[in-house]
Every structure is written in structure tokens, then in C-alpha cells.
Antibody, heavy 120, light 111 residues
Framework: EVQLVESGGGLVKPGGSLRVSCAASGFGFSKAWMSWVRQAPGKGLEWVGRIKSKSDVGATDYAAPVKGRFSISRDDSTNTLFLQMNSLKTEDTAVYYC???????????WGQGTLVAVSS | QSVLTQPPSVSGAPGQRVTISCTGSSTNFGAGYDVNWYQQLPGTAPKLLIYGNANRPSGVPDRFSGSKSGTSASLAITGLQAEDEADYYCQSYDTSLGGRVFGGGTKLTVL
């Protein structure tokens, strides 16, 4: 069974940094492309970014609102996905979901999400 | 404001058929990119409902169907049930934004 478990969310001040993690199990993590999707309170879904597998060079790409501030990385030895968030803004407040991404299928598995609140 | 436009809400009585539209443009659907649909039940994470325009993952009832034509896509739900009450999102790729995009979401109310 595919499981994605996010952790590390919390309250951070504007301009601060936070790293959230996603522990993956039940599938071939090292071969999977992974993504982060966020959802602001009461709002819709917003794609944050994606990391390809190491065999695909581990390339990353990001949505415009987070480019240059957020960074996605992975540790295939521990089946863990990371999202490093710097220069946080109040508008980054959201539940952050870890997802698998499969070409032709989209975001096929989702974690339960972790809440990141940016406030002074 | 998303590049994929969905109605904010739709409703239907149990047993009825409802459709949810998703309108795109030449930079997403019109460029040949497929649509995927997600269901988000209240208080839960989204779940993949339809992929590649019209395919259902294992476990999704055949009451749910999807289609795409030109720059528009739609999700149809037949035999509406109370448990279908949820938010539904379409998703694709947009060349002008250079990334994956979601529609704004549609809240389905079962009367």
C-alpha cells in the first residue's frame, strides 16, 4: 500500500524558513517523480513543484510564486522527500501535500498534508 | 484566477446526473495536454478520480466518467449519491505558465 506521510509543518514568521518532509513507503520511491501541492485555507489546489527521479537527473521545476524561494530535494536511501521553504510570506500559508506524479496519470497518490502557517 | 475555469458550485438530487465543466485554452487543452480530475471529500486529502481524460483508477466507480474536446473538458457523475458530495478539481499542464495547473474547484452539493 502506498503511504505518504508529511511532517514538519508549523508556525513561522514572515521572512523565515521551514523544511517539511514526506516519508514514502509501499512503492519504488527511487524511481518515482514526486511533487508538492498546496492548499491555502478555504482555497483551491496549487502546484508547488516537482522533482524527477535520480535516473532522470533529479531535475526540479517550480511554480512561479515559489521559484527562487522554495527547493525540493530527495533522499532515496531513506525514501524521504523534502521541501525547503525560505523567505516565507503570509500568502504561503497552506496545507502542503506530498504527491507522486506519474506521466499520463497526474498526481496519483497523496499524503494527508502538513499545515504551514506564516504569521507574525 | 486559474487558467482552467470551473463553475464554483453544482448540485443535484440523489440518483441524478451532474456534469462539471473545465474550460481551458490553446496553451493547455488546445495544445494537446490531457486533463485529470481529483475528488476532495470534506476534511481529507484529494484523490485521483480520472486520468488521461477518461480513465478511472482502480476502485473508482464507473458512475464517474470524463471527456475532453478541444479546449474544454468535463466530468460526469451519474446515479448521484450523498457520498459524492465533495470538491472536484480538474488539472492539466499549461505551456504559458510552464507547469501543472489546477482549476479553481467545483463544490458538488447533493440535495
Amino acid at each position: 500500500e502506498v503511504q505518504l506521510v508529511e511532517s514538519g509543518g508549523g508556525l513561522v514568521k514572515p521572512g523565515g524558513s521551514l523544511r517539511v518532509s514526506c516519508a514514502a513507503s509501499g512503492f519504488g520511491f527511487s524511481k518515482a517523480w514526486m511533487s508538492w501541492v498546496r492548499q491555502a485555507p478555504g482555497k483551491g489546489l496549487e502546484w508547488v513543484g516537482r522533482i524527477k527521479s535520480k535516473s532522470d537527473v533529479g531535475a526540479t521545476d517550480y511554480a512561479a510564486p515559489v521559484k527562487g524561494r522554495f527547493s525540493i530535494s530527495r533522499d532515496d536511501s531513506t525514501n524521504t522527500l523534502f521541501l525547503q521553504m525560505n523567505s516565507l510570506k503570509t500568502e504561503d500559508t497552506a496545507v502542503y501535500y506530498c504527491t507522486t506524479y506519474t506521466t499520463g496519470r497526474g498526481f496519483d497518490y497523496w499524503g494527508q498534508g502538513t499545515l504551514v502557517a506564516v504569521s507574525s | 484566477q486559474s487558467v482552467l475555469t470551473q463553475p464554483p458550485s453544482v448540485s443535484g438530487a440523489p440518483g441524478q446526473r451532474v456534469t462539471i465543466s473545465c474550460t481551458g485554452s490553446s496553451t493547455n487543452f488546445g495544445a494537446g495536454y490531457d486533463v485529470n480530475w481529483y475528488q476532495q471529500l470534506p476534511g481529507t486529502a484529494p484523490k485521483l478520480l480520472i486520468y488521461g481524460n477518461a480513465n478511472r483508477p482502480s476502485g473508482v466507480p464507473d458512475r464517474f466518467s470524463g471527456s475532453k474536446s478541444g479546449t474544454s473538458a468535463s466530468l460526469a457523475i451519474t446515479g448521484l449519491q450523498a457520498e459524492d458530495e465533495a470538491d472536484y478539481y480538474c488539472q492539466s499542464y499549461d505551456t504559458s505558465l510552464g507547469g501543472r495547473v489546477f482549476g479553481g474547484g467545483t463544490k458538488l452539493t447533493v440535495l
